[in-house]
């Protein structure tokens, strides 16, 4: 008779085993490593009962936290550096071509889609800047009718859907398209850093651990375009002093912009480049 005790020794082996050998795809290719590598950790750390009595509470508490509004899986996976980790192996693009870094979990899918130079900011409440952008290839070449969604923290740091009483619907967001000459321009207002929510289990959890919750200041790109990798990516305040620190691991050289200074009171302007790569078979064109 074949051995079918489940002990610490053969307990991953013994799970491995339920799962259908005929089946194909990236799941079942995910789940036995995945299995391997959990019960490997919880067997180097021996928690006790109460231990993942504890880290399944936890779980629970993310599940409930999340909604059409506020994506609390995401923000977990993002502070432990994963989403940053599956950016990096998907996305490895050319030398010149702009980066992808994490969408983060204030992203809407459903803004609205406005004419170049209009408002993003309903409630007119911050610093005035204006944004000018042109979408090119890797030869310079404009890249005329990408579309491009936007969105951002206000000025004090927080987004429309964290405070839905206090911000107007779809505040500091739009979805614009490049003219002829590959350009986009919009005004909004300068955006503030911020800190990582705390007020729910991850940020709780992270927290209390001692890591680094904060965000610099940054503006939110998703820029798609036939033919071509999508961009997910940021620009961020290059005057932060907390570029250093950014709790998502998203901050590059090559995502550095220049707010400048209008002499108009405290507004201010951005003028940023984004290249775009031919997509590959099967690589990031949605």
Request: hydrophobic residues 35%; charged residues 25%.
């Given at each position: 008779?074949?051995?079918?005790?489940?002990?610490?020794?053969?307990?991953?082996?013994?799970?491995?085993?339920?799962?259908?050998?005929?089946?194909?795809?990236?799941?079942?290719?995910?789940?036995?490593?995945?299995?391997?590598?959990?019960?490997?950790?919880?067997?180097?750390?021996?928690?006790?009962?109460?231990?993942?009595?504890?880290?399944?509470?936890?779980?629970?508490?993310?599940?409930?936290?999340?909604?059409?509004?506020?994506?609390?899986?995401?923000?977990?996976?993002?502070?432990?550096?994963?989403?940053?980790?599956?950016?990096?192996?998907?996305?490895?693009?050319?030398?010149?071509?702009?980066?992808?870094?994490?969408?983060?979990?204030?992203?809407?899918?459903?803004?609205?889609?406005?004419?170049?130079?209009?408002?993003?900011?309903?409630?007119?409440?911050?610093?005035?800047?204006?944004?000018?952008?042109?979408?090119?290839?890797?030869?310079?070449?404009?890249?005329?009718?990408?579309?491009?969604?936007?969105?951002?923290?206000?000025?004090?740091?927080?987004?429309?859907?964290?405070?839905?009483?206090?911000?107007?619907?779809?505040?500091?967001?739009?979805i614009f398209t490049t003219d002829g000459q590959g350009c986009f321009?919009?005004?909004?207002?300068?955006?503030?850093?911020?800190?990582?929510?705390?007020?729910?289990?991850?940020?709780?959890?992270?927290?209390?651990?001692?890591?680094?919750?904060?965000?610099?200041?940054?503006?939110?790109?998703?820029?798609?375009?036939?033919?071509?990798?999508?961009?997910?990516?940021?620009?961020?305040?290059?005057?932060?002093?907390h570029l250093g620190q950014d709790a998502l691991f998203g901050v590059?050289?090559?995502?550095?912009?220049?707010?400048?200074?209008?002499?108009?009171?405290?507004?201010?302007?951005?003028?940023?480049?984004?290249?775009?790569?031919?997509?590959?078979?099967?690589?990031?064109?949605?």
């Amino acid at each position: 008779m074949p051995d079918i005790s489940f002990s610490e020794r053969t307990s991953a082996q013994r799970v491995a085993e339920r799962l259908d050998k005929h089946a194909a795809g990236p799941l079942q290719a995910f789940m036995v490593p995945f299995i391997e590598h959990l019960h490997k950790l919880i067997r180097e750390t021996r928690p006790s009962q109460a231990d993942w009595r504890r880290a399944m509470e936890f779980l629970t508490d993310v599940g409930h936290a999340s909604d059409g509004r506020r994506q609390e899986w995401v923000l977990l996976s993002d502070l432990l550096g994963v989403t940053a980790l599956v950016e990096e192996i998907n996305t490895n693009r050319p030398k010149g071509a702009t980066p992808n870094t994490v969408r983060g979990p204030f992203y809407r899918a459903d803004a609205p889609r406005l004419p170049l130079d209009a408002s993003i900011s309903l409630d007119g409440v911050g610093p005035v800047l204006s944004v000018s952008g042109h979408v090119r290839d890797l030869d310079g070449k404009p890249i005329a009718s990408a579309t491009v969604e936007t969105w951002q923290a206000n000025s004090e740091g927080f987004y429309e859907n964290q405070q839905p009483d206090q911000q107007p619907e779809f505040n500091l967001r739009g979805i614009f398209t490049t003219d002829g000459q590959g350009c986009f321009r919009y005004k909004t207002v300068r955006p503030g850093g911020y800190a990582v929510p705390s007020d729910g289990p991850v940020g709780q959890m992270l927290g209390g651990l001692g890591f680094a919750m904060r965000r610099p200041a940054h503006l939110h790109f998703l820029i798609k375009a036939d033919g071509f990798e999508t961009i997910s990516t940021h620009v961020y305040d290059g005057s932060d002093p907390h570029l250093g620190q950014d709790a998502l691991f998203g901050v590059k050289d090559e995502l550095i912009g220049e707010f400048t200074p209008t002499g108009k009171g405290d507004a201010s302007t951005l003028d940023f480049t984004f290249t775009m790569v031919r997509a590959k078979k099967g690589r990031g064109t949605t």
